[in-house]
């Protein structure tokens, strides 16, 4: 495995590094300042922060879009190993990836689209969301059920003429408060009676349809993630052409596992870039801070937490180029085990780096004044988010036992 970058990785990389110093670090600030400012004007989930889309003009300007499709007709043509540490930059802010237009869930919906869309639909939703223009959300979790098993997935998509009738609910369906939100991919069940893994299909819903209706945006960890956000959204008998089906009937596992894998390594990729960026803060911090006589950088614990802060994210990175790799070369499905493995440490080594970070930032650490806080509770999220770890976890001991079983 050779995970050196190639010409092009150096050049995107520089120019994606020298716009984050630039454009994105100096005006986060000044995002939370107009985020602030459309709240006290009843705005917050009306209107975006208009330096968000003057940060995005700027970046397609540089070629610095669409990064994350490796189908070079729609994308920048890059391997999910290319990628990585381009995304990797982007994780170091919270609002870096949607300036570059490769930010979840459009980042998925994209590619759903792209490998499994019609022609139909790639004109509708496609384009505009490749350029921009609009936003998606995905809508698969539900209230009522386990959501980590998709076979649970009760809502319903079921036939009447030339039209799907879905109801449901569901929830922590991200980008639903959106103004830009355009449309939901909805997973439900088109036949109970079908094989397990051929009940569930996939189906276009715009959000001005009769009976679509975001009931509650939820919070995370007291954060509403406005004006973007996760919504509790009801489908109350929403009549949609049958020619909003993604692929065909019973494809929606399939569409799942193939949206997840991406999507679930995107986050690693991310949560690498916070981590790396937490430990920065960490460093300059305890060399600038004096308790006791000393700098807090001359304290053997600090040291302890800055050793294995570096070491942790190493292991983290190279496992998560491994998986990229392989993702590469043989396949998704073949990769599975090194998805599920990256996608169970990744988030823990953020978690703990940050937790480090926070720590020896004090008080400042849990405020808003770093972005340690934001970077915390997304990481938090992510043991949660495309399967929890325990789901992760399980499948990775199978695989492991399956050797074994198999041996003669």
């Known amino acids: 495995m050779d995970f050196s970058y190639s010409e092009k990785v150096a050049r995107l990389r520089e120019k994606l590094t020298e716009f984050m110093e630039t454009n994105v670090y100096p005006n986060e600030a000044v995002y939370v300042a107009q985020l602030k400012a459309l709240t ?6 009306s209107s975006i922060p208009p330096i968000v889309e003057e940060l995005k003009a700027r970046a397609k300007e540089q070629g610095l879009w669409n990064l994350f499709l490796p189908d070079s007709d729609y994308g920048a043509g890059l391997t999910n190993l290319e990628y990585a540490p381009l995304c990797e930059i982007m994780g170091r802010s919270i609002i870096a ?10 980042t998925g919906n994209m590619e759903v689209l792209a490998r499994y869309g019609s022609e139909e639909q790639k004109d509708r939703w496609l384009r505009p969301l490749l350029a921009g223009e609009i936003r998606s959300c995905f809508a698969m979790t539900e209230p009522d059920v386990a959501s980590s098993d998709a076979t649970n997935i009760r809502a319903s998509i079921v036939r009447d003429g030339d039209e ?11 980008g639903a408060g959106d103004p830009r939100c355009q449309f939901a991919i909805v997973m439900g069940c088109t036949n109970p009676e079908a094989p397990r893994h051929e009940q569930q299909s996939m189906i276009l819903v715009p959000f001005d349809t009769p009976g679509v209706r975001v009931e509650r945006m939820l919070s995370v960890f007291g954060y509403d993630h406005a004006p973007h956000g996760h919504g509790e959204i009801i489908f109350d008998h929403v009549r949609v052409p049958a020619s909003h089906i ?3 009937e019973g494809k929606g596992f399939a569409i799942a596992q193939g949206r997840l894998g991406p999507g679930r390594i995107h986050h690693c990729m991310r949560l690498l870039g916070a981590a790396e960026r937490a430990l920065e803060l960490l460093c300059k911090r305890v060399q600038s801070r004096v308790a006791f006589g000393q700098p807090l950088a001359g304290q053997g614990v600090i040291q302890d937490w800055i050793a294995q802060s570096r070491m942790e994210i190493e292991q983290a990175r190279l496992l998560t ?6 993702m590469d070369t043989v396949g998704n499905r073949a990769a599975r085990t090194e998805i599920a ?8 080594v953020a978690l703990r780096v940050i937790d480090r ?13 770093y972005p340690l806080a934001a970077f915390w509770a997304n990481a938090r999220t992510l043991r949660i988010a495309d399967g929890p770890d325990e789901v ?3 499948q990775i001991a199978r695989d492991e036992l399956r050797k074994y079983r198999e041996a003669p």
């Open 164 to 174: 799907y009738i879905v109801n449901g609910r569901k929830w922590w369906s991200t």
């Open 392 to 394: 992760h976890l399980m």
């Open 341 to 348: 493995m990256i996608k169970a440490v990744a988030p823990n």
């Open 357 to 369: 970070a926070i720590q020896a930032h004090g008080a400042a650490g849990v405020s808003d004044d």
């Open 97 to 106: 990836p949607e300036i570059f237009n490769c930010n979840a869930p459009d």
């Open 246 to 248: 993604i692929w065909g």
């Open 40 to 45: 006290t004007k009843s705005r917050r989930w």
């Open 321 to 326: 180029l491994k998986a990229a790799y392989m």
